[in-house]
């Protein structure tokens, strides 16, 4: 056997690209769709007594990551229902936790959980499952920042089921 060339590749980690000065910027987007069932209910995802699946889910993983973002101002959004706190009526797949269209961010991983503790209610579980708008929302964020050194993250807590599969991968693909 007769090797003629041989290369070898590192694979950057996100720990190298924190090393060589870049900063992390998460972002958390929440399923409000009528699968998760009725907050008011025992056995629904968003179920109001204690600590629910996506409050474990939110503290689990944003506690970790706010020590690496630099400012620890985290946009958040909820999708797939109406946010009748905001005055809506219609489904949206794309709404401000926070209710500020203008500045969807908190500050800190507990400001995520209380934000959505103060607002599950005045929010109507509705469907279906998109997205695209988040996605899209995303990407402006990403764009508008391109010239830092920017390790963004978007976090999507769902439960199930995507119905714009379609246009999720062509924007992904992207």
Not at 8 to 36: C, H, M, P
Not at 94 to 112: K, M, S, T, Y
Not at 153 to 159: A, R, S
């Amino acid at each position: 056997m007769l090797v003629e060339s041989l290369q070898i590749k590192d694979q950057e980690t996100l720990v190298d690209y924190l090393r060589s000065g870049w900063q992390l910027s998460l972002s958390v987007a929440i399923d409000f769709t009528g699968s998760n069932g009725d907050p008011q209910e025992p056995t629904s995802l968003h179920r109001l007594d204690g600590c629910n699946q996506y409050e474990q889910a939110i503290m689990s993983i944003t506690s970790i990551l706010e020590h690496y973002d630099d400012n620890k101002c985290f946009p958040i959004w909820g999708f797939g229902g109406i946010p009748k706190f905001m005055g809506d009526s219609e489904p949206n797949h794309c709404f401000p936790l926070n209710g500020d269209r203008a500045n969807p961010e908190v500050q800190g991983a507990q400001a995520i959980l209380e934000m959505y503790r103060k607002n599950i209610l005045g929010i109507q579980l509705s469907g279906p499952t998109y997205f695209a708008e988040i996605l899209n929302e995303m990407i402006k964020i990403v764009k508008s920042q391109l010239s830092k050194p920017i390790y963004h993250i978007l976090l999507i807590l769902t439960d199930g089921e995507i119905h714009d599969m379609t246009a999720t991968i062509d924007i992904i693909v992207n």
